[in-house]
């Protein structure tokens, strides 16, 4: 049986863990967060960003935090990847340049494929 229960949090999100005590894991009993940014500068927006925004917005699950990307910090004020979008990074952190960004991100299938629904 588990001897203890360990609460481990990220971000905003709580994940309850069992575990034996003899190293061995543990249950996940709620989905991952996920941070979404949407790139909505005038190239993406002009490819449709603003529906790609939507669309993450309607479908995402509650862990899921979906955002206009703040890039400010940038020359460009986006993923600098214009010519590709829509845009959208994964699990960035805000005024940074890290995450993983997604191009080309328009359909209800490209929105469920990031998302992980089926």
Do not use: W, Y
Not at 14 to 42: D, T
Not at 71 to 96: A, K, L, W, Y
């Amino acid at each position: 049986m588990f001897g203890r229960l360990v609460l481990l949090v990220v971000t905003t999100e709580a994940f309850l863990l069992l575990s034996s005590g003899a190293g061995r894991s543990v249950r996940l009993l709620a989905e991952p967060p996920m941070r979404v940014e949407v790139c909505l500068n005038k190239h993406c927006r002009k490819r449709g960003s603003q529906t790609t925004l939507k669309l993450f917005e309607e479908l995402r699950g509650e862990a899921t935090e979906v955002l206009k990307a703040d890039m400010s910090h940038t020359d460009h004020g986006c993923f600098d990847e214009c010519t590709m979008g829509p845009n959208v990074r994964i699990n960035g952190e805000p005024q940074t340049d890290v995450g993983k960004v997604v191009n080309g991100v328009k359909t209800d299938a490209d929105v469920t494929a990031i998302l992980g629904i089926s």
